[in-house]
């Protein structure tokens, strides 16, 4: 690489040279009328190998390899100009078989009214490899199908990239699974986000939070598109982590379309685009297109833009929500050695020597003793929790110890939180709106409650009170017939094993202790007060058993038959999405620090390899 980068360096600087004295090789004398090869006067190639300090043989080529270039990019633009075919720059990412390898830069002429359909058979046709296993990236977005190239900013002598896998016989099947992977994965994600958008499932709700942790309210819409872009955003982290490359890529590009409809002042207030652009750069350099797609500097520009806001230059803010640094570190030091690798593929030596030392420094301080580890370890917790802790004290196993159980009990009280709310939000869908067309207030509701008064006498006397506690107390005393409304139905209570132990754990018998919670919404202190005065005994609820049998006479009757093949329909649709979800979020990280968690083995390889080549080109 070293060879190469000497030779692309020098180039560069006899075009700098060229530019500056206003030379242009596509004219005469050095070019001839029908584009042949003219004569380079003998005293420009003398003055050029004395002031670049090169030697006249190698001034002479890189003018002629100059020339030809310029030359070609003139066709080039001549021909668009007549013809309107465009022609843009085709790089291979994979190989057709172990035998044959896809040449890696190709070039195809196009029209760019043309859509990216067509496009992607011309590449297809071009290289053997069926388009339904392509995938073209241009200036870090996706190209779509049924869009115009133009539409879409490809321009003349654009270039992108083509990911493809493997393709031999043997491995067709294997990579057509990945691309269906990645089609159902988006599907997944996009369920999510409308039912997150609709608050309809709280089993699968993705919790968007600030950075110490605490959840964002979010109006609906945005909510939705936010979710999707985070879902996405981890799936794709998923298949980074199993070195699924292409696979990580696509997804995480789907993200960043998604990311990029949402308000900035909502991105501003978590670091979540950052670090996708991060991996996405990532991304980047393990497929080695680095050099190639100048999204990347304006990636990692963004992603450092962003760090800063959120943590601060000297991580001040960061001190201020969370009381420490370490693990966030290990972002900047991926940031800083992938600027220091963009830097030196854009032949800026100081800057790329600069950074890359900036990244040895921090992996430095973020290295983690391998027994300290053990140690923390065998205290009974798990590798993430050691790393990011000893991580966190700078290698202080007692400070570890007490960073990891401080963030426990905060996740913990945020989790009691979250729970608290859910609990609250599924009993709110059952009380209906207030004369005013707002939500009851379930505080309130619960206020009338343990009052002694009945849910439904409660809940109606809010909702025309537009819950002004006072005025339902007065509106109950009007209408004492609203003592014998029923109580709201609430649908969807799920009775976790916290609950449970709660109430059984005072003598009363579990399956009791379930009833009482499913009666009164999964409210533990109105459960208990329920079981002391039943004596410990709750009966089945009568409008079960009627509920039951109107299903069996419904079942039995002929007329009821398309409503309860609706029934069977819904019951079935739900069921399936419900599946596909459990399926999509099974392999999602439980903690939220996750991204934080870089074993920087990948990172200190790199960065001994391009650290060799900074120091094998000497001061330059």
Not at 246 to 274: G, M, P, T, W
Not at 285 to 312: H, Q, T, W
Not at 405 to 431: D, F, T, V
Request: with cysteine; hydrophobic share 35%.
């Amino acid at each position: 690489m070293a060879e190469n980068y000497t030779k692309e360096l020098n180039q560069k600087n006899v075009r700098e040279k060229l530019n500056s004295e206003k030379i242009k090789l596509w004219l005469p004398p050095y070019t001839t009328e029908n584009g042949e090869k003219g004569d380079i006067p003998k005293d420009l190639i003398d003055r050029f190998s004395k002031d670049l300090k090169l030697p006249q043989d190698e001034i002479t080529d890189i003018l002629e390899s100059l020339r030809i270039h310029a030359i070609q990019k003139l066709q080039e633009r001549n021909k668009f100009q007549e013809s309107g075919l465009a022609t843009i720059k085709v790089k291979i990412s994979g190989q057709k078989s172990k035998e044959e390898k896809i040449p890696g830069l190709t070039s195809v002429e196009i029209s760019l009214d043309s859509k990216g359909q067509n496009f992607r058979k011309t590449i297809s046709d071009r290289i053997g490899i069926p388009q339904d296993q392509l995938k073209i990236i241009c200036q870090g977005k996706v190209v779509g199908n049924e869009t115009t190239l133009k539409e879409q900013n490809v321009k003349n002598s654009s270039q992108v990239l083509v990911l493809c896998l493997s393709v031999s016989e043997s491995e067709a099947a294997k990579q057509q699974g990945e691309i269906t992977k990645f089609m159902t994965t988006k599907k997944a994600a996009e369920l999510l986000s409308t039912k997150a958008g609709k608050d309809e499932d709280d089993d699968f709700e993705i919790q968007i939070a600030d950075q110490s942790g605490r959840p964002l309210q979010l109006p609906s819409e945005e909510k939705k598109a936010l979710t999707l872009a985070m879902t996405l955003h981890e799936k794709g982290r998923v298949a980074l982590k199993k070195k699924e490359i292409a696979q990580a890529l696509l997804l995480l590009l789907e993200a960043d379309k998604e990311f990029s409809k949402c308000r900035a002042d909502i991105l501003n207030a978590v670091d979540n685009y950052a670090v996708l652009c991060l991996d996405i750069v990532w991304c980047y350099l393990c497929l080695k297109n680095v050099e190639d797609l100048p999204d990347a500097e304006k990636r990692l520009n963004m992603s450092e833009d962003c760090f800063i806001r959120s943590y601060g230059s000297n991580f001040e803010r960061l001190n201020a929500v969370k009381g420490g640094s370490g693990t966030e570190l290990a972002l900047f030091m991926r940031l800083h050695l992938l600027q220091g690798i963009v830097a030196f593929h854009q032949h800026r030596l100081q800057d790329a020597r600069r950074l890359l030392s900036k990244a040895e420094f921090e992996l430095q301080h973020l290295v983690v003793d391998s027994e300290k580890l053990t140690q923390v370890m065998t205290m009974g917790f798990n590798e993430r929790e050691a790393r990011l802790g000893l991580r966190a004290s700078a290698g202080h196993i007692e400070q570890a110890v007490q960073h990891i159980m401080q963030r426990k009990e905060e996740k913990k009280g945020i989790s009691k939180k979250i729970k608290e709310e859910r609990r609250k939000k599924r009993i709110q869908k059952s009380l209906g709106l207030t004369a005013n067309k707002d939500k009851v207030n379930v505080d309130s509701y619960e206020m009338l409650t343990n009052m002694g008064f009945g849910g439904g006498a409660a809940a109606e006397a809010l909702r025309q009170a537009n819950n002004d506690v006072s005025q339902a107390l007065e509106v109950l005393e009007k209408h004492p017939e609203f003592l014998s409304l029923p109580d709201p139905e609430h649908k969807n209570i799920t009775i976790t094993d916290e609950m449970l132990a709660q109430v059984y754990s005072l003598g009363f018998d579990p399956e009791m202790a379930r009833e009482a919670l499913k009666l009164h919404a999964g409210s533990i202190q109105k459960a208990i007060d329920e079981l002391i005065r039943s004596g410990g005994i709750i009966a089945t609820s009568s409008r079960s058993s009627s509920e039951g049998s109107d299903s069996s006479s419904a079942d039995s009757s002929p007329e009821a038959g398309p409503s309860n093949i609706n029934k069977s329909e819904e019951k079935k649709r739900k069921k399936e999405e419900k599946e596909v979800l459990q399926d999509f979020m099974s392999d999602l990280p439980e903690d939220e620090e996750d991204y934080l968690d870089l074993t920087l083995t990948e990172e200190e390889q790199f960065l001994k390899e391009y650290k060799s080549l900074v120091d094998s080109l000497g001061d330059r």
